[in-house]
């Protein structure tokens, strides 16, 4: 059976990445990174995917000549590498909802909260300065709307009374790296269905 070929744009460290390429190489997953996008050159992630021999580009938005431009750009390369999955792996732009509604249920995102609580920038912050006792991780369907796509898993971590916003994160990204390979799987085994805002899980 033919690999199945994800793309993943991220922005900056890319630890979720190199969780989905561990989980890959260790699983023996049948799943390809086809190619890594990132929107900054200085990108972190360029160089985990160099260091592993994936093809990977960095498209600068302020070197295209508008959005629209931009997002061509993102879906050419992705379509040009036969990506059927769009892996948003700390990927900090949002996206327009031309570019959503050609991959609709075909883009995932991981984001640092449990949705649909603390949604946008700094979730991690949002939650320690709510005074929140469970924190977490969602991966979700990317819709129009920030952080709003149906939820296809989520972890949970507690909120300890001396967590810093450092103790917190880390606590977090452990379970994101846990979770967003743990979806892909899913989707590489055609086990996600999705039915309006619900997203069951096949046996
Ligand atoms: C992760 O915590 C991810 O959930 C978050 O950015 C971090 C990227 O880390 N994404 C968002 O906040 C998206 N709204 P990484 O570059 O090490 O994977």
């Known amino acids: 059976m033919n ?15 190199q969780a989905i390429m561990d989980a890959i190489a260790q699983k023996g997953l049948p799943i390809e990174i086809a190619v890594v996008i990132c929107d900054k050159g200085d990108a972190y992630a360029l160089e985990r995917a160099k260091n592993a021999g994936i093809s990977h580009v960095a498209i600068v938005r302020k070197e295209c000549l508008d959005k629209n431009d931009f997002e061509n750009k993102i879906d050419t390369v992705l379509r040009a590498a036969d990506v059927e999955l769009v892996v948003l792996a700390g990927f900090m732009r949002i996206l327009s909802s031309g570019f959503v509604s050609k991959w609709k249920h075909k883009n995932i995102n991981i984001h640092p909260a449990l949705l649909p609580a603390f949604t946008g920038l700094d979730a991690q912050g949002q939650a320690l300065e709510y005074g929140v006792k469970v924190a977490g991780c969602t991966v ?3 819709d129009e709307g920030m952080d709003t796509g149906p939820i296809i898993l989520q972890k949970a971590v507690p909120v300890l009374d001396d967590d810093t916003h450092d103790t917190l994160a880390g606590r977090i990204l452990v379970q994101e790296h846990l979770a967003l390979p743990e979806a892909i799987e899913l989707w590489a085994s055609d086990k996600i269905e999705v039915h309006g805002r619900k997203v069951y899980i096949t046996k």
Not at 3 to 17: E, P, T, Y
């Open 3 to 17: 690999n199945r070929k994800i793309g993943v744009l991220a922005s900056g460290f890319g630890s979720n990445l």
């Open 140 to 142: 979700h369907f990317v």
